[in-house]
C-alpha cells in the first residue's frame, strides 16, 4: 500500500474523480499540495490540472509601444502558465498594446503595420490562455482631427458567463458613448449618464457593473447595457489625498486606496466598501510609505493595483520599483524592475470556452 501511495498521490482514488476534485480547490490550497511529497508535486505541476485549478493573478501587463506587449511575472520564476507576449496574435497583427484586462480577456489596440499613427488603430479581444480571439468592427467614435481627445475603452468579461464580453468606450468628456457586445457583434451607441465626469485610472467590472474613479473624487457606474447609471461616494477624507484615489476590487468587495501627503508623514490609505446600496466604506489599512520603500523615495509612489483574491497591495515608485504589501501580514516583497510602471494592467489567465465566433 505505501508503495502504491508513492505512484499515486490519492491511492485507489481513479485519476478522473481526483482531477474533478482538484479543479475545485482554492488556488492557495492547491500550490499548497505540491509540497506533500513527490507524487502530489508532479500531479499538481501538470499543464492540464493547472489549467482546470481556480486561477489567479498571473502578472502585469505593460502598455508598450515597442516590438511586443511587456509582461511581469508575480512568480519571478520561469514562464507564466500562458504566453503574456501574445505570440499568437503576430501573424495577424504587426502592432499589438493592451489596454485593458478583465476575467482573463485581454483588450488590445492593433496597427497593420509598424509606421502608425495613434488614431489609425482597431481593436481586437483575445484570450492569452486559450489563445483565442476576437476583432471588433470599427468603433463609431471617430476622431475628427488631431486636436480631438482621445476614446477610452474598457472590457467587460465575467468568467462565470464565459459565451460573452462588452467593450465599453467613451470619449474623455463622456459626451459620446458606445458599447459593443459580443452576442450581436456590433456597437450600440447609447446616451451618456456622466457628464461633466473626467475618469482617472483603471476600471473595476464587479457583479456585472463597470466602475471607474473620477477627478471629481466620486466612482460612477453603469450596467453593461448602459442602462443603469449610478454614482458612489467615496470616504470624506480620500477628498485630502495629494493625488487622486484608486479602485480595484477584490474578494468580492470594492477597494479604494491613495497616498496622503501632509507636511508630517506620506501614508498609503486602504478603504473596503462594505455596504454596497449604502455606501458605507471601512477602512482596511494605514501604512506609512517610508516603512514600504525607505524615507529617500516615498515622494515618488503610486498605487498599482489589488490583489483580486487576497489582502495584498501592488505600489510602485515611479523609478522602476515595484512592491506587493500584505495588509495582514504587513510584509513587504520587491516584484520586480522596469523603467516604468505607468499604466500597469492586471492580469488573471482565465481557461473558459470562447464565445462560438472567436477565431
Known sequence: QEQEHEKHPAGSLPEGPLVEILSRVPYKSFCRFKCVSKPWLALCSDPDIRKRSPQTMAGFFLRNYGMRPCFINLSGRGQPLVD?????????????????????????????????????????????????????????????????????????????????????THTWDFTEVTIYSSDTGRWTTVESGWIDKTPIGLPVFLNGTLHLMTTEYSIVTVDTEGKVWGQIDIPGNMRDSSDYPFIGQSQGRLYAWCINDNVDVCQLLVWALEDYGGAKWALKDTVNISELFGRDRYKYVEPLAIHPDCDLIFLTDRRGKAISYDMDSKKVHVIGTHETFYGAIPYVPCFAEWPSDGH
Open 84 to 168: 503574456p507576449f501574445l505570440s499568437f496574435l503576430r501573424e495577424s497583427f504587426k502592432l499589438l498594446i493592451p489596454q485593458h484586462c478583465c476575467g482573463g480577456l485581454v483588450l488590445c489596440k492593433y496597427w497593420e503595420s509598424y509606421c502608425f499613427e495613434e488614431d489609425e488603430y482597431n481593436l481586437v479581444v483575445c484570450n492569452p490562455a486559450t489563445k483565442k480571439w476576437a476583432e471588433l468592427p470599427p468603433n463609431p467614435i471617430q476622431l475628427q482631427d488631431e486636436d480631438e481627445e482621445e476614446v477610452e475603452e474598457y472590457l467587460c468579461f465575467d468568467p462565470a458567463v464565459p459565451s460573452r464580453f462588452m467593450v465599453f
